[in-house]
C-alpha cells in the first residue's frame, strides 16, 4: 500500500509540474497574436517560448509514462473511455510544435499568418480539452461494471466548463508574466498592463470553481477529514496573492515564479481531494479506479521508483540548465531562436 501511495504522489507531482511548466506556453501562445503587433515583436514573442516548449512536454509524456507503468488499468480505461478527447489533445499539441517550427520556414505573409493561428488556435484547444477532461474526473464518471455509460459530448457540463475556464485563465495569467519577464520593449509593456486585469479575472473564476466544487464533487471530503491539508489550498491563494503583489512592485521574475507555484499548488489542491481515486464512478462507487484497485505488481512499483529516483532529477537538471542558459530577455529587433 505504502508503494501505491507513494506512486499516486509521485503521479500527481508529475501532472502538477507539467500544468506549471507548459501552462505559460499555453497562455503565451494564446496571448501572442494579441501582444505582438509588428513581425519584429510577433518574432520576439516567439522566441520567449521557442527553445523551452519542447523540453517542457517531457512532463507530458513523463507523466503519461508514470500512469502506463504504476496504474496500467487506469491508463487502458483513459484510453478507452476518453479516446476522443485524447486524440484532439494530441492533434492540438502536434499543430502546435509543428507552428512553432514551420513558421520560419517562410517569409511570406500568409504562410506566417496561418501558422500564427494555428498556434492560437491549438495552444487554446489543448489545455481547455485536458481541463475538461480532469474536470470531468474530479466530478465523477459515469463508469459502471467497468464499462464507460457517457460520452464525448456530456463532458462539456457545466462543471467541466468551469474548470476549463479556470484553467485557461490561470494559464493565460501565467502566460503574460512570463512574456513580459522574458520580452523586453512593447510586448513586455503589453504583458505588464494586461497581467493585473487577468488576475482578477482569475481570481473571480477560481471563487466561483471552489464554491461549485464543494457542491459538484466529493474533493472536500479529504480535507474534512484531515483539516491540515487545508494548508496547501491556502498556500495556492497566499502564491497567487503573492504573484500579484510581486508584479506590483515590479518585480516580473518574482511574479512569475509565484505564479509558477500557484499552478502547482491549485493542481495538488485538486489531486489531494481526488486521492486515492484515479478515475472515479459518479454511478457506482465500487466501479472506481483508485490507486489500489488499478496498480501494477509491488515489484514493478519497486523497480520503478528505483528509475525515477535516477532519471527525473537528470530531466531536471537538464531544464534547468535550459533555463538558464536562455534567461536573458528576448529582443524585438533580434528576432528568432
Request: net charge positive; glycine share 8%.
Amino acid at each position: 500500500m505504502a508503494l501505491q501511495i507513494l506512486w499516486y504522489c509521485l503521479w500527481g507531482l508529475l501532472w502538477a509540474v507539467y500544468f506549471m511548466l507548459d501552462g505559460f506556453d499555453f497562455g503565451a501562445g494564446m496571448l501572442r497574436g494579441f501582444l505582438s503587433r509588428t513581425e519584429e515583436e510577433k518574432e520576439a514573442s516567439l522566441a520567449a517560448i521557442g527553445p523551452v516548449w519542447n523540453g517542457n512536454e517531457v512532463w507530458l509524456i513523463t507523466a503519461g509514462g508514470a500512469t502506463f507503468a504504476a496504474f496500467p488499468a487506469t491508463y487502458a480505461s483513459m484510453f478507452s473511455f476518453l479516446y476522443l478527447p485524447m486524440l484532439l489533445i494530441l492533434f492540438s499539441l502536434i499543430v502546435r510544435g509543428v507552428s512553432i517550427e514551420f513558421r520560419e520556414k517562410s517569409n511570406g505573409a500568409r504562410w506566417r499568418k496561418s501558422w500564427d493561428r494555428a498556434l492560437t488556435i491549438s495552444s487554446l484547444t489543448a489545455p481547455l480539452v485536458l481541463a475538461l477532461g480532469f474536470g470531468n474526473i474530479f466530478e465523477g464518471l459515469r463508469i459502471q461494471g467497468g464499462v464507460y455509460q457517457g460520452g464525448f459530448w456530456p463532458l462539456f457540463n457545466p462543471y467541466g466548463l468551469l474548470t476549463a475556464v479556470l484553467f485557461i485563465a490561470l494559464f493565460l495569467h501565467h502566460g503574460s508574466l512570463w512574456l513580459e519577464y522574458r520580452c523586453s520593449g512593447p510586448v513586455s509593456e503589453r504583458a505588464h498592463a494586461l497581467a493585473p486585469k487577468l488576475w482578477w479575472v482569475l481570481l473571480a473564476v477560481a471563487a466561483v470553481f471552489l464554491v461549485v466544487t464543494a457542491f459538484a464533487t466529493k474533493l472536500l471530503a479529504n480535507y474534512l477529514v484531515a483539516p491540515i491539508l487545508f494548508l496547501v489550498p491556502i498556500a495556492s491563494v497566499a502564491a497567487l496573492v503573492a504573484s500579484r503583489m510581486l508584479h506590483a512592485r515590479g518585480k516580473a521574475l518574482g511574479a512569475f515564479l509565484a505564479s509558477c507555484g500557484t499552478v502547482l499548488l491549485v493542481v495538488t489542491t485538486a489531486l489531494v481531494g481526488l486521492f486515492p481515486n484515479l478515475l472515479p464512478s459518479s454511478v457506482d462507487t465500487t466501479s472506481s479506479l483508485t490507486a489500489f484497485n488499478s496498480s501494477s505488481s509491488q515489484y514493478t512499483l519497486r523497480l520503478m521508483a528505483i528509475v525515477a529516483l535516477v532519471f527525473v532529477p537528470i530531466v531536471v537538471l537538464y531544464q534547468t540548465l535550459v533555463y538558464r542558459f536562455f534567461r536573458s530577455k528576448v529582443r524585438a529587433e533580434e528576432g528568432g531562436y
